[in-house]
């Protein structure tokens, strides 16, 4: 009997994370094209909120925003608890392939090691943006060149 109260649960959860995120398929991005599961837990965190997800994402924007150039792509967080990251080009170029699209979020590893809480818990030599993602309690990243393609991370922890 709890094994089938398990899975039930098990399947409800899947369930729901797939009906969020197919809400966004072809509204804010095509439909997913390839995925990938990220399980590394490096180390807790303290606990998140929806208010450290947000705040990251309006701190990402105005990053952007304050740069001389226009952004290139755009960061915005859906859900209840913004617990789904959407990265969406905003040119043809810039994710105009998947590898492009990883070396974007590799410079964006970068720009998080200067970042007073990575430096605070010690993450800047170890962690990745995937990792801060994985800290912040994100369920899914998709990432998408906004036309034809879009990528999802899916962040288990086990």
Known sequence: MMIRTLAAMAL???ATMAGANERYEGYYYPEITSSEVFTRVIR??????KDVRVGFITDL???Q????ESPRFVFFAKGSDSKHLNVVALDDDVFSTIYRARAV?????SNM???EFFRQQDLETVATFYDLLQI???????ISDGETWAHQ???ERN
């Not at 807790?44 to 909120?49: A, I, K, Q, R, T």
């Open 113 to 115: 090691r200067n970042n």
């Open 136 to 142: 912040m309690e994100f369920e899914t990243l998709v």
């Open 153 to 155: 991370v899916t962040f």
């Open 61 to 63: 924007t105005a990053s």
């Open 65 to 68: 925003l304050a740069a001389p």
């Open 44 to 49: 807790e965190g303290p606990p998140s909120s």
């Open 12 to 14: 409800a959860m899947a």
């Open 105 to 109: 979020l590799a410079q964006m590893t």
